[in-house]
């Protein structure tokens, strides 16, 4: 029994994978790209049009752009890669959050 314990360390180590070089972490990590709201006041009152979130996207150095129209539901999970763009119901933009 005493032996066998010794080789559950050596079993766990064989199942772990590591990952491929230059993939995308799964978290929410990209390389590279880090999320930041200074210089994005501009954009509140813009409407919320797919040149407007590129813009946003490019602005705030986020690598993932998600657009939050008034009702809909949020996951609470935090990227530091990703950007919210919160809309009224006029689609134009109230907020930019990074997470």
């Known amino acids: 029994m005493r032996k066998s314990l010794l080789f559950v ?3 766990l180590a064989a199942c772990a994978t590591a990952s491929p070089p230059g ?7 990209t390389p590279g790209h880090k999320c930041r709201t200074e210089g994005t006041n501009g954009f ?5 049009t797919s040149k407007t979130g590129a813009a ?12 939050a129209p008034p ?13 919210t763009v919160h809309l009224g119901a006029d689609r134009k933009v109230t ?3 990074c997470g």
């Not at 009702?71 to 950007?83: I, N, P």
């Open 56 to 67: 946003i996207k490019r602005a705030s150095r986020a690598a993932v752009l998600r657009w």
């Open 71 to 83: 009702g809909t539901m949020l996951t609470m999970d935090y990227r530091e890669d990703r950007v």
């Open 23 to 29: 993939a995308i972490p799964v978290h929410g990590v």
């Open 44 to 48: 509140i009152g813009k409407l919320g």
């Open 95 to 97: 907020q930019v959050k």
């Open 9 to 11: 360390p050596a079993m």
